[in-house]
C-alpha cells in the first residue's frame, strides 16, 4: 500500500509562488508515476502535471503550462510542484496521485493512490 502526504500549501497574493511537496512510502518510489491535479469548491478534479518514473518526461495542462514545474528526487521518494505566477483561478485543494503503471497522463483514473490534498488559496 502506497501512502501519500502533501505539503506546502497556504494563502498567497497574485503572482506570487508555492512550491508542493507530496512524499511517498510505501513502494520503491521510482516505480511509480506521478501526478498533481486539483479540485475547486464547486468543480471537479483537474489534471494539473504528470511525471514519469525516472523524471525525463512531463505533461502538463495549458491553464498551467510555463507557470508550473513538476519535479521529483527519488532519492528522497518526493515529488514536487513548483507554482509561479499564481493567480485567483489557481486556488484549490491540490492532490498527488500514484500510478503503479508507466505513464505520464492526464487522467485520474490511472491513478492508484491519492493524498489527502493540501488547500492553496490566492488572493486577488
Known amino acids: 500500500q502506497v501512502q501519500l502526504v502533501e505539503s506546502g500549501g497556504g494563502l498567497v497574493e497574485a503572482g506570487g509562488s508555492l512550491r508542493l511537496s507530496c512524499a511517498a512510502s510505501?513502494?520503491?518510489?521510482?516505480?511509480?508515476?506521478m501526478a498533481w491535479f486539483r479540485q475547486a469548491p464547486g468543480k471537479g478534479r483537474e489534471f494539473v502535471a504528470a511525471i514519469s518514473r525516472s523524471g525525463s518526461s512531463t505533461y502538463y495542462a495549458d491553464s498551467v503550462k510555463g507557470r508550473f514545474t513538476i519535479s521529483r528526487e527519488n532519492a528522497k521518494n518526493t515529488v514536487y510542484l513548483q507554482m509561479n505566477s499564481l493567480q485567483p483561478e489557481d486556488t484549490a485543494v491540490y492532490y498527488c496521485?500514484?500510478?503503479?503503471?508507466?505513464?505520464?497522463?492526464?487522467?485520474?483514473?490511472?491513478?492508484?493512490?491519492w493524498g489527502q490534498g493540501t488547500q492553496v488559496t490566492v488572493s486577488s
Open positions: 496521485g500514484a500510478s503503479t503503471r508507466p505513464i505520464t497522463s492526464s487522467q485520474g483514473s490511472l491513478y492508484d493512490y
Open positions: 510505501g513502494r520503491t518510489f521510482n516505480t511509480l508515476s
